[in-house]
């Protein structure tokens, strides 16, 4: 995929800048710690920039704070997984309060899905 210099420069802005939970979610899935799989944070998929993705496995794993909780912020969510799936991603959304209070049990969904995901779709590292 070529990126345009304004998105690979929006990219690395959305690196830098990152929530405490985004931090903390990518301490564990990055470098293949999350079961061997390769996680890429704040990667282009269509016109949006998803907070977490495995490429192999098309999981998108997206942090949701306060603003997502309003009727505006549901919809534009529900309009951007419908966006991601139709790019062929299944997409799974957790909220930066949960991840920060219990970042085990957030991992413990992401990595029983990306078991399932391995299984159905025969991926296996990677």
Not at 65 to 89: P, Y
Request: positive net charge; contains cysteine.
């Amino acid at each position: 995929m070529h990126l345009s210099s304004n998105q690979r420069a929006f990219a690395r802005q959305l690196r830098r800048n990152h929530t405490d939970a985004e931090r903390r979610l990518w301490y564990h899935v990055r470098g293949r710690r999350l079961l061997g799989h390769r996680f890429r944070r704040q990667h282009p998929i269509g016109p949006y920039f998803a907070d977490f993705v495995c490429l192999q496995l098309g999981l998108v794993i997206e942090l949701d704070g306060g603003q997502h909780n309003d009727h505006s912020g549901q919809t534009h969510d529900a309009v951007r997984s419908d966006v991601l799936a139709a790019h062929g991603f299944e997409v799974r959304r957790f909220w930066n309060n949960d991840v920060l209070r219990d970042t085990a049990a957030v991992l413990a969904v992401i990595a029983e899905r990306v078991r399932a995901l391995s299984r159905s779709s025969g991926r296996g590292l990677g």
